[in-house]
């Protein structure tokens, strides 16, 4: 892994981690979460758009939870799963796709992401995934928003696949909004 490719996805891992822990705790109503808690921006279908300002610096972002998901053994607990598209301007990082899939990924392998008939691979690390060739983020941006599901599959540090579904209804929207956010 390059310098860069580490540099670049160090950041939303970590702020991944933290917006999934903020956001479980305020879906499951537990108590208010630190200052700097994304705050929603809006509804739109399946996806929420949000914006949040960790350390002092502005990220956007779009999130969805599966709409399906399955473990094979079936029945194996884990975490919530979440989608997420986010910019961050002062890294000048624009509309990165990334999933937190609630398990650590099994060290070593790649999940991937479909979209009608477009397979992209990911890079995994902990329990995130990213785009493994960069280049291709925009193809799977455009892929996204013609698409009505992605789906990610992957497998856990203990041997067990997963298939999350995710709806993409309301992401053009809530990828605008998040957008008009970040200029």
Known sequence: ????R???RAAPLA????????LFAGLAGAAPAPADQPTLLGQYGDWSAYTASP??????????KPKSSQTNPAGRPRDPAYLFISSRPAE???????????YPFKESTEATAEVGTAKFAMYTQKDGAWIKNMTEEV????A?????????KGTSARGTS????????GLAQALERADQACK
Request: aromatic share 6%; charged share 20%; proline share 0%.
């Open 1 to 4: 892994m390059t310098a860069i």
């Open 6 to 8: 580490s540099a670049r």
């Open 15 to 22: 702020l991944a981690a933290l917006w999934s822990a903020l």
């Open 55 to 64: 350390g002092g610096k502005k990220v956007c972002f779009a999130l969805a």
């Open 92 to 102: 000048n990082v624009r509309n990165e796709v990334s999933v937190i899939i609630g």
């Open 139 to 142: 193809r799977m941006l455009d």
């Open 144 to 152: 996204m928003r013609k698409g009505s599901d992605l789906t990610v």
């Open 162 to 169: 997963s298939t999350d579904q995710f709806s993409l209804k």
